[in-house]
Each structure stands twice: as structure tokens, then as C-alpha cells.
């Protein structure tokens, strides 16, 4: 029988109820003529292109007639070139350690760092702090028909800059989101119009060519939904995804439909969210691969990654792994530029290719874990386990080093995931040699305990590539 391994993460509040983990894996559907619905295939790996300063990378943004990448990294402005990924020193930044906000128009770079504006000139190379007396601070930046637009930390208001001077600030050019008292925590420029982002609402606002300030809201819209954690605001798939909620309960995923908010998170999800201690100061960052676009959400206290898939519905989980557990995924920002995603390391100044054929030297886990039977099919009853086969593609051994001999490691539990049986592992077969036919399999497995249920997990480290298609279980004669 097929045991359903092909979907996403979903672990419940009692794992006995579901404890399907997904961790550097993500569902890929086969529309028609494929083996089954779908596979399983292995996360982009993390090819380095260069290190950038000293790090971390809080920043990436392309600019130019001829893209070039201006990168924040630590302090520093650094103006990189994307076919040989050097980079030049522009100026420098406060030593504030979170993420820089960037916008450009054409000729400015705008950067929102620490509630500090900069400007950066590509003509002229000019980079300072913006010196007009009335700039006061700014947080977050996005640009519309000329203006850069920006919010003043800690109040409702946010301003527009001279038409296509970001240096030059007019003291009547500012507004207030007012539809609710909430303080204006992000701001985002999609589709033309200007999205305000409150603790417990959200408003939009537009260019109406009103002569003081030349923006208006769009009449009519006003959701009473806020943003839980200003740096998750991000757009994806024609729309915005957000953390929020309101004033009846917090720590959803959202997505904009028009001028409603959609949830998009799972009850699984947001168990794991409002498990932790910390959530303002979760931040995302956005890609597009080769159809999948992913919303990618790291819990920077937490140490937590959840990446949520428009092209499947689906949600996993994305980490490091180091000192024999998960850590937190080390990319914090992206940029799509010279055909490439590239992304930043929150430690270091390495910046990254993510690329779908890259396995890296290092241990890069990935684990699976999934319930043994299809839902409805427990009947209670003791089950002898004969075989697992797991249907992947083999024969991707390396010639030589760590890969050369890939294996893949089975366990289970028989008590809804409270505790696991040791490890079996299983080679995938040597590449050089050309074992593609070989069988994943495990056999004699024992009998279902205790709650007559089994989860099985499977898991590897080899840097090789990883496509799990089907799980297929062979049982024995049930019993009471």
C-alpha cells in the first residue's frame, strides 16, 4: 500500500494527532504522466559567491541601467559588481545590527537604517546621512511615481520627499494614518499604492496629485488587521504576506486577495508560533524558482525557519545543522539579479547563489517524518510492519569525499511521536558506478504498539541529491 509521504509540514498541538515534519525538503505536484501526484525534493543549497565586508548581511538591493548589487554588510555600503562579485566600498552606516531598508529611483539608493536616511548618488558616488532639517527619522522606505515614501518611527506619520530628491524634504509633505489610533509599525509600496501597516490595522493609500501632500486614502479600504512583526511584510505572487493579527488574537500568516486579508497559515503553524517567545522580531524575504515562489519566515530569537510554497499551499521548514541539531537558516535577505537568488548570511559577509543542483561540503539535514498509514485506515488493531520501500532517486553518490556512499536513515514511533526507535540506515547507492535501480528498502520492522499507529521518519546528510516519490508498505496479518 502507498504510505503518504508526499505533503507538507503539520505538527499538532498533540502529535498524536499529526507530527508530519518537513526540514530542507519541499512537495513538488506532477501535473500528468509522472510515477505518482508528486515528490519530494531537496531545498536550494547555499552556493557561495563571495564574502562582502565583514558581515552580517542586513541588506541586498539592485540599482542601474546594468544591475548592479549595493549591499549592507555590517556597517558598511558596498557597491558590488554581479559579474565578478567585487565589490567597492561606498560609505558607512550606524552599527545598528538589524535589517537596512533600501529603495531606489534610478539615481538615488534611499537607505532606512537604525531610523537614519542615507543617500547614496550612482552618478556621482555621493553617500551620506540626509542633512534637511526637516528629516526627522525614517524606518521603512518604498518609491512611487518619484517620490521615495517613508514612515517616522514611533508615531503615525510618513512622508514623501521631493520629486525625485530624496535629500530634500518639504515640512508640509507628510501625512498620518489615522483610521485607527495603532502606531504605524511597516510600510509597503505595491501596485502603485502605499500600504500602512498598524499594531491592529491596515490602510492603503494612493497618488491622488493633490497639490501639499500628494497622496490620498483609498476610500473604503480599511482592514482591521495589524502587523505582529514589522520585517515580515513582503511581496510575492502579485500580493503582500504578512505576521499579524488584531485585537481578538495574534501570530497568523496573511496574504492580501484585493484589499482583504486571506490566511494562510495552518493551525500547525501558528501552534509553533505561539509557542515562542519572541516574535516581533521575525523578518521574510521572498524568491521565485522555477515556479515555486516561497515566503520564507525566520523567528531570528526563536532560531526558527517556516517557508510557505504559493505554487502547492503547502508550508517546511528550511535550517542549518551544526553540533547534531537544527539551527536557524542563515539566509536573512535576497535579491534576484544576473539570472541568480541571491541571499545573505545573518552571521557572516558571505552572500549566496541558491541553487537547486548545489549540495555544499557541509551537512545540510533534511528529515522527513510522515504517518505510516493513509488518514481513516487505522482500525485499531495491531499491525505487523513486513517492508518500507521508499522510492527515490539512486545511484547520486559523488566519486570521491563525503557523498560518495550516501545513506539514508530510517527510524519510527509507535507512541504518536512521544519517543523513537533506534536508526536503520540504508545506502542510496554510488553514481560512479551507476546504481540507479537500486531499492531503498527496510525489512521486517516489527508490530505497531501501544496505540496501534507508527510514524516513520527518514532522514540523510550526504551533500547529494535528494528526490523521495513514494513510500510503499508492505503489512502482515493484523491482530487486537
Not at 534637511?132 to 527619522?137: M, V
Not at 511597516?186 to 491596515?202: I, K, Q, Y
Not at 513486513?386 to 553518490?397: D, F, I, M, N, R
Not at 557523498?403 to 542510496?428: F, V
Request: some cysteine.
Amino acid at each position: 500500500m502507498k504510505s503518504p509521504i508526499l505533503s507538507g509540514a503539520y505538527t499538532a498541538r498533540s502529535v498524536n494527532a499529526a507530527d508530519n515534519r518537513l526540514i530542507n525538503l519541499y512537495p513538488e505536484a506532477v501535473k500528468e504522466g509522472g510515477y505518482d501526484l508528486g515528490f519530494l525534493t531537496r531545498c536550494p543549497g547555499l552556493r557561495k559567491l563571495a564574502t562582502i565586508g565583514s558581515g552580517p548581511i542586513r541588506g541586498l538591493w539592485k540599482m542601474g541601467p546594468v544591475p548592479w548589487v549595493y549591499v549592507v554588510s555590517g556597517q558598511g555600503l558596498y557597491e558590488v559588481n554581479p559579474a565578478t562579485w567585487t565589490g567597492i566600498l561606498r560609505g558607512n552606516v550606524s552599527a545598528f545590527g538589524g535589517l537596512a531598508q533600501m529603495s531606489d529611483n534610478g539615481t538615488q539608493l534611499f537607505i532606512s537604517e537604525a531610523t537614519v536616511g542615507y543617500i547614496y548618488n550612482i552618478g556621482t558616488t555621493a553617500f551620506g546621512a540626509i542633512t534637511d532639517p526637516d528629516f526627522t527619522s525614517s524606518e521603512f522606505v518604498g518609491y512611487l511615481d518619484g517620490y521615495f515614501v517613508y514612515n517616522e518611527g514611533g508615531g503615525q506619520k510618513f512622508w514623501v520627499t521631493s520629486l525625485l530628491d530624496g535629500t530634500s524634504i518639504n515640512p508640509l509633505e507628510f501625512a498620518s494614518a489615522e483610521a485607527s489610533p495603532d502606531i504605524l509599525r511597516a510600510l509597503l509600496v505595491d501596485h502603485r499604492e502605499v500600504w500602512l501597516f498598524g499594531d491592529n490595522s491596515t490602510e492603503v493609500w494612493y497618488n491622488a496629485g493633490l497639490t501639499d501632500f500628494p497622496l490620498a486614502r483609498v476610500q473604503g479600504v480599511f482592514l482591521e488587521i495589524g502587523v505582529d512583526a514589522p520585517n515580515s511584510v513582503a511581496k510575492l505572487d502579485n500580493s503582500i504576506f504578512w505576521l499579524g493579527g488584531d485585537e481578538r488574537g495574534r501570530g497568523i500568516v496573511y496574504r492580501a486577495n484585493g484589499y482583504n486579508a486571506v490566511r494562510v497559515s495552518t493551525h500547525a503553524i501558528e501552534t509553533a508560533i505561539a509557542s515562542y517567545m519572541v516574535k516581533n522580531d521575525a523578518m521574510a524575504f521572498t524568491y521565485s524558482q522555477e515556479g515555486h515562489q516561497f515566503y520564507v519566515l525566520t523567528f531570528r530569537t526563536e532560531g526558527k525557519t517556516w517557508v510557505f510554497d504559493v505554487a502547492t499551499g503547502e508550508w517546511h521548514e528550511r535550517a542549518a545543522f551544526a553540533g547534531g541539531v537544527f539551527t536557524r537558516y542563515r539566509a536573512q535577505c535576497h535579491v534576484a539579479v544576473a539570472g541568480l537568488n541571491v541571499v545573505g548570511d545573518y552571521v557572516t559577509g558571505d552572500i549566496y547563489a541558491l541553487d537547486l543542483a548545489y549540495y555544499g561540503n557541509e551537512a545540510q539535514k533534511w528529515l522527513r517524518s510522515w504517518r505510516a498509514l493513509p488518514p481513516g485506515q487505522n482500525d485499531g488493531k495491531r499491525t505487523v510492519h513486513k517492508a518500507l520501500q521508499l522510492h527515490c532517486e539512486s545511484g547520486v553518490g559523488t566519486n570521491s569525499g563525503q557523498g560518495s556512499n550516501p545513506i539514508i536513515y530510517l527510524r519510527w514511533s509507535d507512541d504518536g511521536g512521544h519517543t523513537w526507535s533506534n536508526s536503520l540506515s540504508r545506502p542510496m547507492g554510488q553514481g560512479l558506478i551507476g546504481e540507479y535501480g537500486k531499492r531503498i528498502l527496510w525489512r521486517r520492522l516489527g508490530t505497531t504498539q501501544k496505540l496501534r499507529d507508527r510514524i516513520y521518519e527518514v532522514s540523510g546528510s550526504d551533500p547529494v541529491k535528494i528526490t523521495i516519490i513514494s513510500a510503499d508498505l508492505e503489512l502482515g496479518a493484523t491482530s487486537e
